[in-house]
Each structure stands twice: as C-alpha cells, then as structure tokens.
C-alpha cells in the first residue's frame, strides 16, 4: 500500500538521523577508515539483501540496516577530507565534495531507472552493491588514523549537552540552519514540483528536465564557489546563497512554462551550490580535529532529517492549502537561514 510504502522509504531516516551522531563520535574516538570501510560493506549487504526481500516486513527491516551503515559513510567521508585539506584549501575540497553528490545524483537517477526498465530491480540492486563493494576497496587506501595526535576536549562532546554546545557555536550554527533549511526546502520542492507542473499540461518528462537543470547549476558552481570562500570567507557567500534559493522560491509559483521554470531552478541550482561548500566549510572551521567526526555527524543528520520532515510537512500544506502555498512554504523556511546568517554576521561573532 502507498501508506506501507510511505513508512519503508521513512525507516532509512528514522535509523540514519541517529546514526550519524553517533558514529560520528565512534569516527572521533577510532578514525575515519573503518567505519568508513564498514559503512560501505554493510551498505553495499543492504543493497544484495533488497534483492531477496518478498515481503513489506523483510523490506523494512533491511531498509533500517541501510539507514544504520549509511550513518557512517557521511561522517567519515566528511571527516577524512578534511585532514586533506588545509586552512587555505577547506573550500575547494568541499566543493569538490559537493560535486561528487550532486554528480552521483545526477548520473544515478536515470541509470537506475534505466536498468530496472531494461534487467529489472534485482540486477539494479546487485549492481549497486558491486560499486559499493569498489568503494570499500578504496576506502582502505586511506592513510592510518592518528588518533594519539588528538587529546580529548573537557566538554562532553558524546553526551547530548556536548551536541547542544556544537549547535551554539557561531559558524557551527549558520551551517546547521542552512543545511537543514535547504533540504527542508529540496524535499519538499521535490514533493510539490510534479504538481505544479501539471496545472500548466506539463507532465514527469518536464519535471526531469527541472531538476537536470538544478543539478547541473548546482554541480556548475560548487568547485568555484569553494575556491572563492577560500579567499573571502564563508559567511558572505553563504548569504547570498540563501537569498538566491530565496528569489527562485518565491518566483516558481508564478511560473506558467517550462521555459521559466527551467530559469527558475538554475537559480535554485546556483543557489544551492553557492550554499553548500560555504557552510560545510564552516563545519571544518568551527571543530577542532577530534570532534571533527561528530560535528559532520551532525550535519549530516541534519540534511537527513530537512529531507525527511521537509517532504510530508511541505506535501501536507500542498494538499491543504495549495500547491502555491506549499512552496511559498518552502522559501519561508529558508528565511529562517538568512535570519541566523545575519544575526552572526551582525554581531560579529564568527570570524569567517
């Protein structure tokens, strides 16, 4: 059923929030090449294991481990870049970073779709666990953990005060406030966005378009983006990130062709590869090498939970109120940003 189906694709968050946190403690306390290496091995078992489910029960519980061994691949990844990357590079190397994401997105949606078409859902999920497989691979070259260099800090970093004390770090903040807005606002733009179109006779080929458009001004700009914040600093260009998804937000909604809309979501692309690198910059910035695990933990957990609430919450006030209204919705919480990005910036709290 659709409601059955709603909750299985809901287990990954509901085990994948918690995860990071915690595993991006466990990263601090070990390093980053196991629970990297693990992570991707237990995904890539997650990804045989769909394969062989034949019931709603099976696929839930194996929906739940992937959620579990997906809470150690962003942090460690996250985490093992930073090392590799200098005061003046940090950046550049998340740009890079973003690019990978939004380039694994971009190439996956429509190979999976397809392979399934073409071989079905079995050799699809088997694929996907060989690549995985590939990438545990690789993970193992990383270079040993120096895990005696870190000292532990007095502050409970593991404990929930410890967590609370990272949020109210000035740059710590800003990233965290924009990286849940934006995916709040990219689930549930992602909800709305077959809706709207179809007022106007457009139908699901446009909305692929959409967002091919989106990801490739998002891929586009990451890499420079990062470059730039190197030299200017993170705060400003996290700004103007936010008040460019901000103006594409608001302007969708009146929108009546693909045409516009297509200029619409290149904005929203720009924005959002103008937003990433800069905030997860502030993450290396604000978090001293051993609590570097945790503090990516929680981003990407964070990002997780944007998405998760962002496309029920948002697909909800569609349903109740509008599509209109929903996504007007979505540029109100990314007003919720700007404000915490002004109020450091104003006060002058975050030396970025």
């Known amino acids: ?7 299985i694709v809901g287990l990954y968050s509901i085990a994948n929030t918690p995860a990071n946190i915690i595993f991006g403690r466990i990263i601090d306390r070990i390093g980053k090449k196991i629970p990297l290496f693990v992570g991707l091995i237990g995904s890539a078992l997650s990804l045989f294991l769909y394969s062989l489910c034949r019931l709603p029960v099976h696929l839930g519980m194996v929906r739940f481990m992937h959620g579990i061994f997906g809470g150690m691949v962003g942090p460690s990844t996250m985490s093992a870049l930073s090392d590799c990357a200098g005061e003046s590079r940090r950046g550049q190397v998340m740009g890079i970073y973003g690019v990978c994401i939004a380039s694994a997105t971009l190439v996956g949606y429509p190979a999976s ?7 079905g859902y079995n050799v699809l999920f088997i694929t996907g666990s060989a690549l995985l497989i590939m990438g545990s691979l690789a993970a193992m070259t ?14 409970g970093i593991g404990s929930i005060k410890g967590v609370i004390e990272l949020v109210k770090r000035p740059g710590l903040r800003v990233a965290y406030a924009a990286i849940v807005s934006l995916y709040f606002c990219f689930g549930g733009l992602i909800t709305l966005l077959p809706f709207h179109v179809r007022q106007y006779n457009l139908e699901a080929f446009h909305v692929g ?8 001004f998002f891929i586009l700009l ?7 914040t190197d030299k200017i600093g993170r705060l400003k260009p996290a700004m103007l990130g936010i008040l460019v998804c901000l103006g594409s937000l608001i302007a969708l909604p009146f929108l009546e062709n693909i045409y516009t809309m297509a200029i619409a979501m290149a904005f929203f692309g720009m924005g959002y590869g103008i937003i990433f690198p800069s905030v997860s910059s502030l993450v290396i ?11 990516t933990g929680v981003f990407h957990a964070l990002l997780t939970v944007g998405v998760a609430v962002g496309a029920p ?3 909800g006030l569609g349903q109740w109120l509008g599509v209109q209204i929903g996504l007007f919705a979505c540029a109100a919480t990314m007003m919720v940003a700007l404000m915490v990005a002004l109020h450091n910036y104003k006060n002058r709290l975050a030396n970025v």
């Open 142 to 155: 990383l270079p040993r953990d120096q895990i005696n260099a870190c000292k532990s800090r007095t502050i």
């Open 1 to 7: 059923s659709v409601a059955a189906t709603g909750f």
């Open 313 to 315: 919450v948002i697909g």
């Open 113 to 119: 779709g397809f392979i399934a078409t073409n071989w």
């Open 209 to 216: 378009i959409l967002l091919g458009v989106f990801s490739a």
């Open 285 to 295: 910035d604000f978090s001293a090498t051993e609590e570097r695990g945790i503090a």
């Open 222 to 228: 990451q890499a420079p983006v990062g470059r730039m």
